[in-house]
């Protein structure tokens, strides 16, 4: 009986035809919609845009977002999602309230440095989400600087709780001033720069800086 001819699947596509989602891709739309958005604004930018800045043609780009706010609620979702991981594992790990405290402006500052462009389009384009994506961010946004001012209050007892927020806003605001200009500045120097300014908002003295085995999120 003679043995059938095989055809082999061709990259980006399933057995038996099917079209399946490249993640890459995928991660190649997002970075190239942020890197976009933080120059431009978002909206100002298509889809064929976004599909060019990550060498996709744009009916390529539909295959994994049906629409361009489908892209930015992804973005957004993503940084913030980040921000959350990173305060809970320092919160889970070793270490008193200023260690703690320590951690999450240094986590802050690696996500603002490495995720710059994400994080400048969250604070640019949040407004602009749907209603309840909005709100869901939002509420999202207040309980991670809950847990700053969780850990702040115990070493401010001087302040009362409005001062405390008052407090975890500033220095969370110093983080962020490095997002809507460019410093020059390596990024070791700056982030050295923010971490103290951070803690002077916060009116706490620095924590050691733990190993990079120690601090969740950061590469040795």
């Known amino acids: 009986m003679p043995t059938l001819p095989t ?56 295959r994994h977002f049906d629409s361009k706010t489908a892209i930015l609620v992804a973005l957004l979702d993503r940084v913030m999602a980040r921000l959350q991981e990173g ?35 969250y604070h640019r384009e949040v407004h ?34 409005g001062e405390l927020r008052l407090a975890v806003h500033a220095a969370i605001g110093a983080i962020q001033s490095t997002l809507f200009f460019r410093s020059g500045l390596a990024d070791e120097r700056q982030a050295d720069l923010l971490d103290g300014m951070a803690h002077a908002c916060l009116g706490v003295e620095p924590a050691e800086a733990a190993s990079a085995e120690a601090v969740p999120g950061t590469a040795e």
């Open 128 to 161: 602009t989400l749907p209603e309840e994506d909005r709100r869901r961010l939002r509420r999202l946004q207040r309980h991670y600087l809950e847990d700053w001012v969780h850990v702040l209050a115990p070493l401010r007892r001087d302040l009362a709780d």
């Open 87 to 121: 305060a809970g594992a320092v919160l889970a790990g070793p270490g008193d309230e200023r260690a703690h405290l320590s951690a999450l402006v240094r986590d802050h500052i690696r996500v603002a440095i490495e995720d710059r462009s994400v994080l400048a389009v």
């Open 7 to 62: 055809t082999a699947a061709t990259p980006g596509t399933a057995a038996g035809g099917r079209s399946r989602r490249d993640p890459e891709r995928r991660e190649r739309i997002l970075a190239a919609a942020a890197e976009l958005a933080s120059r431009r604004g978002f909206h100002t930018v298509g889809m064929a845009d976004i599909g060019a800045e990550a060498g996709i043609v744009g009916s390529g780009v539909y």
